[in-house]
């Protein structure tokens, strides 16, 4: 069955640490993936996508790596803040429908003062 | 900065009762989308729509589900027949198909978060 995990619900580390998620994901062919971030009660917030041929972005404090072959991505924050708090999201396409994407469960990300 | 809106915020509403929910896309963006987020979980994918017809749909988009464009600004989801399961979070995206292409980025909007008792 098609699965995509997170690699746990809850992160909970220290204001300048680098903050790494992971995403892993079972019986999908992306062409792309995607993550967001969410605060409470608010819609999800476009950070970066990388596609399948890419093996890294970045954007400003934030990495992304797409290990095809794995079939994971890596999330890092660098210099993390308290404002980096969120829950952020990984998500991919169906490669056989790229109007479709598909969400994780997401890590809710803590950074202590 | 141009955002997704959505109307109301909050819906309360009776099972059984019709619910219309509204959107408002980023005014050049062809491609609109309709999630659910039931509290706790994950967001979930609805409906994906383009040049006026639906392009995919998800299992749970079933026939108490539909959407429309009725104008060139609005994006809606009707729910014909409550039920107590449909009580969500509803978010409506959109993502723009600049040069000609699909443009995989999606903006969302704000969320109406919808009670059926």
């Known amino acids: 069955s098609q699965k995509i995990e997170q690699n746990s619900e809850a992160l909970n580390i220290q204001e300048g640490k680098t903050a790494t998620l992971t995403c892993n994901y079972t019986n999908y062919s992306p062409a792309y993936l995607q993550w967001y971030r969410q605060d409470p009660g608010r819609g999800p917030v476009f950070l970066l996508l990388?596609?399948?041929?890419?093996k890294e972005k970045r954007k400003e404090r934030l990495k992304v790596t797409f290990d095809t072959t794995l079939k994971q991505s890596l999330f890092h924050i660098t210099a993390s803040q308290p404002a980096d708090s969120a829950t952020y999201l990984c998500?991919?396409?169906?490669?056989?429908?790229?109007?479709?994407?598909?969400f994780g469960s997401g890590t809710r990300l803590s950074i202590r003062p | 900065e141009p955002e997704v809106t959505q109307t109301p915020s909050h819906q309360v509403t009776q099972m059984g009762q019709e619910v219309i929910l509204r959107c408002v896309p980023i005014?050049?963006?062809?491609?609109f989308y309709w999630y659910r987020q039931i509290l706790g979980q994950k967001v979930e994918f609805l409906v994906s729509f383009y040049n006026n017809e639906i392009s995919e749909k998800s299992e749970i988009f079933d026939d108490q589900f539909s959407v429309e464009r009725p104008d060139g600004s609005n994006f809606t989801l009707k729910i014909r027949s409550t039920k107590l399961e449909d009580s969500a979070m509803y978010f409506c995206a959109s993502s723009s198909a600049a040069g000609g292409g699909f443009q995989e980025t999606q903006y969302f909007g704000p969320g109406t978060r919808l009670l059926v008792l």
């Open positions: 005014s050049n963006h062809l491609y």
């Open positions: 990388i596609r399948e041929n890419e």
């Open positions: 998500a991919l396409d169906q490669y056989s429908s790229a109007s479709k994407i598909i």
